[in-house]
């Protein structure tokens, strides 16, 4: 099935870019998508990137999407504290609706 | 628009004691509904996931069970709790197979600690 691997922690300065990677297994996954998870809240779908597609931007957030490294990026620019969070890669594997998380990248916002 | 709900937002139970957490949907019709938790170490692990009533598939083995008694509703239970049944227990749901984009909308959870 699946893998779905990320970093586990991330501490960039408040304006600075973030970039958040993630690598995935398999190569047949259509969509990757970015959640984000704030302190004792669900999920929160933030953008993703359907797999004939190289790069998504959408106003601070840009998806780097390199199909044959199976590599997933996130970059958050001009990085808040309020961007402050825990996000998760995802992917679909076998069975197009299953999703299968990475264990999630906490990214620390300093003042 | 659709939204999510769950409930309760916290329970505190003893070890032995059952469990019924509630989670349902509103605003779309014969949504595919899953059960995820997250324990500390923050992975997420899909537990069950349903493609309309009465449909439930199990993806781990263990004392929790899940039912869809109606379209928009689902629940996870259990009969005897485990200490390591403690976790955020989060509810989903995505548009029915064949959708756009299969992303799937999640509530805002339930922290379960298991005394």
């Known amino acids: 099935g699946e893998d779905v691997e990320q970093s586990l922690f991330l501490s960039v300065r408040e304006g600075d870019s973030s970039v958040i990677n993630c690598t995935y297994t398999?190569?047949?996954?259509?969509?990757l998508y970015w959640y984000k998870q704030e302190p004792g809240a669900g999920l929160q779908l933030l953008t993703y990137?359907?797999?004939?597609?190289d790069m998504k931007q959408d106003q601070r957030l840009t998806v780097l999407l390199n199909k044959k490294d199976k590599h997933l990026s996130l970059r958050i620019a001009d990085t808040q504290t309020g961007d402050s969070a825990i996000y998760f890669c995802?992917?679909?594997?076998?069975?197009?609706?299953?999703?299968?998380f990475g264990k999630g990248t906490k990214l620390s916002v300093i003042p | 628009s659709q939204t999510i709900h769950q409930w309760p937002a916290t329970l505190v139970q003893p070890v032995g004691s059952p469990l019924s957490l509630e989670c349902t949907v509103e605003?779309?019709?014969?949504?595919?509904l899953y059960w995820y938790r997250q324990a500390a170490g923050r992975g997420l692990q899909l537990l069950f996931y349903?493609?309309?009533?009465?449909?439930i598939s199990s993806e781990v083995p263990q004392n929790l069970s899940a039912s869809r008694p109606q379209d928009r509703q689902f629940i996870l239970s259990s009969k005897k709790l485990l200490l390591s049944d403690s976790g955020f227990y989060l509810c989903?749901?995505?548009?029915?197979?064949?959708?756009?984009?299969?992303?799937?909308?999640f509530g805002p959870g339930t922290r379960l600690t298991v005394t």
């Open positions: 605003g779309t019709s014969n949504p595919n």
């Open positions: 398999d190569s047949s996954s259509t969509y």
């Open positions: 989903a749901w995505s548009v029915p197979t064949g959708g756009p984009s299969y992303e799937q909308y």
């Open positions: 995802a992917g679909t594997g076998a069975g197009s609706y299953q999703l299968t």
């Open positions: 990137i359907f797999s004939n597609m």
């Open positions: 349903s493609v309309g009533i009465g449909q």
